[in-house]
């Protein structure tokens, strides 16, 4: 990782093959809150995960948790980027729309994709106000980290990434109008 962040490229082909089965399973359990049937499987999301991180230029990862922490985010915005085209080609993708008065059947129910946007969207408004707290969230939900994986990034204790957690949950569930995020 270090040899990454010093600008050599094949560092981290070097490190993906180390890590592969721990993103697996973290894309594996961020797949598990999808819809059944999601047209990403853990394998998709990790490649799409890595290119992405490897389109980044000089990525500066100072450990494990660090990279994880980069992995998490990247792993977000792939889900959400998926989720966002997905709810354009519900909304037609630019086709005519169909007068409310023909609409013979009801409305689906809210799937998966717009839950994501909903926590994406209140995660972002949580980051206005209190930026560390969505960062812990982020790691915690997104990245999988452990509490004091997080402490470590970001420098602070372990009691502090415990307390952030319980307030961001809160505050999410709250914006979330009391439905839990998946």
Not at 63 to 68: D, I, L, M
Not at 72 to 101: E, F, S, Y
């Amino acid at each position: 990782m270090h040899r990454a962040t010093r600008g050599n490229g094949a560092a981290l082909d070097e490190v993906l093959p180390i890590v592969y089965d721990e993103l697996r399973v973290l894309a594996a359990s961020h797949l598990r809150r999808e819809r059944p049937g999601h047209s990403l499987c853990p394998t998709a999301l990790v490649h799409e995960t890595y290119a992405r991180l490897k389109g980044h230029d000089r990525a500066r990862w100072k450990n494990r948790a660090h990279f994880f922490a980069s992995v998490a985010q990247t792993m977000r915005r792939v889900l959400v980027d998926h989720a966002r085209a997905r709810a354009a080609a519900k909304r037609g993708n630019g086709q005519a729309h169909l007068p409310l008065d023909e609409v013979r059947e009801p409305a689906p129910e809210k799937s998966s994709w717009a839950e994501l946007l909903d926590l994406d969207r209140a995660l972002t408004n949580l980051d206005r106000s209190y930026p560390r707290c969505a960062r812990v969230v982020e790691l915690l939900f997104f990245g999988g980290l452990t509490a004091s994986e997080a402490a470590e990034q970001l420098d602070v204790t372990v009691r502090t990434v415990e307390r952030d957690w319980a307030f961001g949950r809160a505050w999410l569930l709250r914006a979330l109008g009391g439905r839990h995020p998946s």
